[in-house]
């Protein structure tokens, strides 16, 4: 929980929890959510796993942790990696900041724990140390075309010119402040992040330029942009191919954990399911989870669901067999309740 949680229950509408955050659904109509979200919105993202990693040995040991190469990292970037198993599974996708003596890490919702005795595992005689920030640490997403001028103008900031995957950090109101532009796989334009006790009060001051938008309404965002989410298609059950984050995967690096099955898979073309797209015409709480056939055959699965733009019938992410993984395949969902309706594979990113 954040500092940001009365706040929350005094001016939103229904709520859900996610890796132990208590989340607003929605503050007013989903569409007017998604057109907030064009121009200049809020999200409290606060549930996102956040990780310190300390230590002389930490640059080696996330590099033989890691599919991507991240050597020599500069301070004040950042890059997004793939932490997989011995089998090539995904176990978290991250964005690294390099900052003087530290990384800082963003993972998925419910993460944080989970990555740090990840870490713990792997490490022998290396001198590292991972600490699970995630309570301690508050985010609040921006969104939009115009987030970077309001952000100057609440905050004094500049981030015009900021390339993505670079950060900044500067005190505000003495706690420290990171402005982050992420890389492709988030759809935010910046993160904000603060120590939790200042949240509330850095919200409050963003207010009258950004509207706040819900969970509902991201979920909206990252599902448009095809970006996979720990707990839907980030999971043990799927390698990088599969979930869209083949291109984390650097084949030049040296070993890292699960790198022979990753490479195998590559190099031999034995990749058996893809992400896709897919819009249906049915309420995404519904869609969810709904398993998908073709001529009667067992295709693949919905993983994620959520409200179309202008909240009409919902849009979602499928892991299906990639012999079937073709744009415009219409397909049949068949839901846990019993529901079947007829879908429509899309590519990703959804077309505008």
Known sequence: MTSLHEYHQQHARDFLTIGGYSLPQRYRAHAEEYEAAMQAAMLDASFLGKLYVSGKDREALLHRLTTNEMRKLPVGKSRVNVFT??????????????????????????????????IDKYTFIEEVKPIDATHALAVIAL?????????QDCLGVTTHGMAAGSFISQLWQEHELIVHSPEAHSPAHFNLI??????????????????????????????????PMAGHEITEEHNPHEIGLYPLVNFEKGCYLGQEVVARLD??????????GIKLEIDPEVAAGATLFLEQQEIGKITSAAHARKGNGAIGLAIVRKQNAQPGTRVEARTSSGVVVHAALAALPFAD
């Open 267 to 276: 190099t031999y073309q034995k990749v058996q399911r893809q992400l896709m």
């Open 194 to 227: 603060i120590s939790n006790t200042a949240a509330l009060k850095l919200w409050q001051t963003l207010l009258p330029a950004f509207t706040p938008i819900g969970y509902a309404a991201f979920e909206t965002l990252r599902i448009l942009q095809g970006i």
């Open 143 to 151: 969104f939009g075309e115009e987030s970077a001028t309001r952000l």
């Open 85 to 118: 198993n011995v089998k090539g599974r995904v176990i978290a996708r991250v964005e690294m900041l390099a900052e003087e003596q530290r990384y800082l890490l963003l993972t998925g919702a419910g993460q944080g724990a989970t990555l740090r005795a990840w």
